[in-house]
């Protein structure tokens, strides 16, 4: 368990810019497709069952949240869309809402993009790695629902994922699993790196 990501704790939900929190300290965003499981990863990272809400129904995160940590440092769940049963031009206010997040919020250091493995870089995906590349945002792909396929057939994906992403030079790739918990180490060690967290001073007992 990692203290220092259990202790994020929901601040604030944003529509527009002025309802978002004042730039301070570092943001990690996290994004992905309605159907990726991304709440469930967020909550997975934190060791907590309902920080980021969950539901049976794809694309309920229709604002951006913000989840603080214990210092001024922020992780921020983004809409996810694709699945979600909304009339298209709610889709397009939740595209241009994201993609001036991404491009114009000076504290963002890095997105974690959750994908599902058994369906992978998305014309969504792309276009989120696209607007992350337009600022040389890193990102770090989270093949999610890894505990789905054979370890053959899920590290197959990765290797596909890993060579279509090589050429962007600023993505990293991992497998990832919300149910088993495979990964979580691996994740919180980018965390920490964009964060700029000492590991040994965040990682509590095993």
């Not at 989840?67 to 921020?76: E, G, H, I, M, T």
């Not at 809402?97 to 959750?114: C, D, P």
């Not at 945002?137 to 890894?146: A, D, G, I, T």
């Not at 790739?173 to 990964?183: D, E, H, T, W, Y």
């Amino acid at each position: 368990m990692n203290r220092y990501y259990q202790q994020a704790s929901f601040l604030q939900s944003a529509t527009t810019h002025k309802t978002m929190p004042a730039e301070s300290g570092l943001e990690i965003a996290f994004a992905g497709r309605s159907n990726a499981g991304k709440s469930s990863v967020i909550n997975r990272v934190c060791s907590q069952k309902s920080l980021a809400r969950t539901s049976k129904t794809p694309g309920r995160t229709q604002l951006i949240n913000f989840f603080q940590l214990s210092d001024a440092n922020f992780l921020v769940d983004l809409p996810g869309y694709g699945y979600a049963k909304v009339p298209e031009a709610i889709k397009l206010e939740w595209q241009k809402f994201i993609e001036s997040y991404l491009t114009q919020r000076n504290t963002l250091k890095g997105m974690v993009l959750v994908m599902d493995i058994r369906h992978p870089m998305t014309d969504y995906d792309q276009a989120m790695l696209r607007w992350a590349g337009n600022r040389m945002l890193p990102v770090h792909v989270l093949l999610n629902k890894s505990d789905k396929l054979t370890r053959g057939a899920g590290t197959n994906v990765l290797l596909q994922v890993r060579k279509m992403l090589a050429e962007s030079g600023i993505a990293s790739v991992q497998m990832f699993s919300a149910l088993n918990k495979q990964g979580l180490d691996e994740c919180w060690d980018v965390l920490d790196k964009w964060l700029g967290k000492d590991v040994s001073i965040v990682q509590s007992e095993p």
